[in-house]
């Protein structure tokens, strides 16, 4: 039997259907709320507003349980490799062989960025953010590649989307050699993605690069595991742009300014910097704990704490696994991994934390990881992004297929009402 939810306002109740989802997630569609009562909902950040139906990620943030597609984020980071997973994503499906093939071949021939991309480029200064400068390239993209994508035919659809997983890298790669004043190269097509992105990044001139096997498998593992997370911040800005009909590359550019915040993507970068300043303090953990409890202090403790995630995120537990592995296969001893463990464990011991459900997220270790291969910390947050992007396309792709309305949320009103103008001599 279909299920109903009534609200009840000033007296007058109104019935909505209520929607379950595949997982039995129930929504209030509350649609014609508006229309039948007059009435809107408020919920700033929307905590409880279910902006969409996809079919993409599910999330149960109270077990601690992530799939894409079906498939367990576990498993995926096992078993799977990257570009099966954008694959994945992207289309619905694991690919066969020869799919996979094929989108592999099809990535690699449209991995050249225009000459005149480095021109853009280079009107950085050294000292801009990689992340505001990959915005600004993925942004750029659109003018080197200005056909917009007509979403009815799925050839060119899929023309956009091996383009910009083609040249995205590239982009990310070329943040840092900027950095660095370094010489730019373009996608090496004999390699494998992870591989081609990590020579773009490190090859030094006129030399060979070496292909590190346990970074490459670290690297491949770091970027499942950031590659979709349904409705958050960066994706729904993805989402909202590209409901106006902005092209991909445009709403993709977006989602790089989304995640660059410190409350987003930017935490990996902040968590090392935290972990840093602790150091540099002696490492007395309690310190920071007292402060991040301090309702006065505007201080966090970065890498902690999920809006959905109110249980271990099980993307975090992985990558602390593969943090004491990676390091421990490189060689790498890394005083901050000591400092990290230790604040973990602070506070899940603390009453603030465990009443709060507040656990270590996807960001707390990562980093750790990233800087043990040789990724400075600036270049963090990139990374995420170069994982996060078949997410971001895989969600602008549903939301044009399935025909959504642009995104357009209401307000309460609470400014002054109705006055007369003044003019500026009585003012
Ligand atoms: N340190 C100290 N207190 C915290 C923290 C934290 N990291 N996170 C949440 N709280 C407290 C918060 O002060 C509030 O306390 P009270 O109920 O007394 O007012 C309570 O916990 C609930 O927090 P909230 O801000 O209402 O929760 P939210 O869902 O709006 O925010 C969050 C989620 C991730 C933005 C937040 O936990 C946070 O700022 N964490 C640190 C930044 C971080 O690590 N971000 C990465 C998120 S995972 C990767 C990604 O999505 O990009």
């Known amino acids: 039997m ?43 950040g929307y905590k409880n507003t279910g902006a969409c139906e996809s079919a993409i990620t599910f999330l149960d943030g109270e077990k601690g349980i992530l799939r894409y597609r079906g498939y367990s984020i576990e498993e995926l980071a096992e078993k799977a490799d990257f570009l099966e997973v954008c694959y994945l994503l992207i289309f619905g499906e694991l690919p066969s062989k020869s799919q996979l093939q094929k989108f592999n071949t099809d990535i690699l021939d449209q991995s050249i ?63 840092l050699r ?9 996608k090496d097509t004999n390699i ?73 993507g930017g935490a990996n970068q902040a968590v090392i910097e935290m ?35 109110k249980n271990f995120d099980p993307r975090a537990k992985i990558i602390k696994k593969a943090a004491d592995e990676v390091l421990g296969q490189l060689g790498v001893e890394d005083p901050i991994l000591e400092i990290a463990k230790g604040l973990e464990k602070a506070a899940l011991e603390d009453q603030y934390f465990v009443e709060r459900k507040l656990y270590p997220n996807v960001d707390f270790y990562s980093g750790i990881i990233y800087r043990a291969m040789g990724i400075p910390t600036e270049m963090f947050t990139v990374m995420f992004a170069v994982g996060r992007l078949p997410g971001w396309i895989a969600q602008w792709r549903e939301m044009r297929m399935r025909k959504e309305p642009i995104g357009r949320p209401r307000q309460v009103y609470i400014g002054e009402t109705h006055r007369k103008f003044k003019d500026i001599e009585n003012r």
């Open 113 to 175: 960025v225009n000459e005149d991309m480095k021109t853009v480029l280079n009107g950085f200064p050294e000292s801009a953010h990689p992340m505001g400068v990959l915005s600004s390239l993925t942004s750029a993209l659109t003018a080197f590649n200005p056909k917009s994508v007509n979403v009815e035919s799925e050839e060119d659809m899929y023309r956009a989307i091996v383009k910009i997983l083609a040249k995205f890298p590239v982009l990310a790669a070329w943040t």
């Open 275 to 309: 972990l840093e300043e602790i150091k540099a303090d002696g490492g007395d953990t309690s310190k920071f704990i007292a402060k991040a409890k301090d309702k006065e202090d505007p201080f966090r403790l970065m890498g902690f704490g999920h809006r959905v995630y």
């Open 192 to 264: 494998g993605y992870v591989e081609s992105l990590l020579k773009m990044m490190f090859q030094k001139e006129g030399k060979n690069y070496k292909q590190n096997k346990t970074v490459v498998n670290a690297l491949d593992k770091l970027l499942i595991l950031h590659a979709d997370h349904e409705q958050n911040c960066s994706t729904s800005t993805v989402r909202i742009v590209g409901s106006s009909h902005a092209g991909l590359f445009a709403s993709i550019s977006a989602g790089v300014s989304a995640l660059w915040g410190p409350l987003h």
């Open 178 to 186: 900027r950095k660095n004043n370094q010489t730019l190269y373009n």
């Open 2 to 44: 279909s299920k109903v939810a009534t609200i009840e306002i000033e007296g007058k109740k109104y019935e909505f259907p209520v929607v379950v989802g595949t997982e039995n997630e129930l929504a209030i569609d509350i649609k014609q709320l508006r229309g039948q009562s007059g009435a809107i909902t408020l919920d700033p």
